[in-house]
């Protein structure tokens, strides 16, 4: 019998490299629900275009539908428009509130953004 045999595999080892945290602004997160809104709507914009087409080649019964297709997607991509804008307005909200935390309420210095302390005199900012 093969005494003492070891199990031979290596368990492989992770590396794990640790990317250093940047504290760079970010741009307002477009919502998901806007994007699907306003891919979904383009697409049936193209559609209804394309049925628009064909109704203008002179094929009965689609000049309707065309015009309901495209009315949709003009909603549709309407309302994804309204959620951006909305999001946009809370992300500029914020930035104006951060702006102000920012600003000493003892000596007066503007600190870089995420830092919890004044820069210049130390003092905890709210
Ligand atoms: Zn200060």
């Known amino acids: 019998m093969f005494g003492g045999g070891s199990d031979g595999k290596e368990m492989p ?11 760079t602004p970010k741009p307002p997160q477009v919502p998901i629900s806007a994007i699907v809104l306003a891919s979904v709507g ?3 914009l193209f559609m209804g275009l394309f049925f628009l ?9 689609f000049l309707i539908p065309s015009l ?12 994804a428009w309204n959620i951006w804008r909305k999001t946009r307005a809370l992300h500029e909200e914020r930035q104006e509130e951060e702006k102000d935390r920012l600003l000493c309420d003892y000596c007066g210095g503007t600190n870089a953004e995420g830092d919890l302390q004044c820069r210049f005199c130390g003092a905890p900012l709210r």
């Open 13 to 23: 080892k992770l590396h794990r490299v640790e990317e250093p945290v940047q504290n």
């Open 42 to 44: 383009g697409m049936l």
């Open 53 to 61: 087409l064909v109704a203008g080649l002179g094929v009965g019964g």
């Open 68 to 79: 309901a297709v495209i009315a949709v997607a003009a909603i549709m991509m309407l309302v």
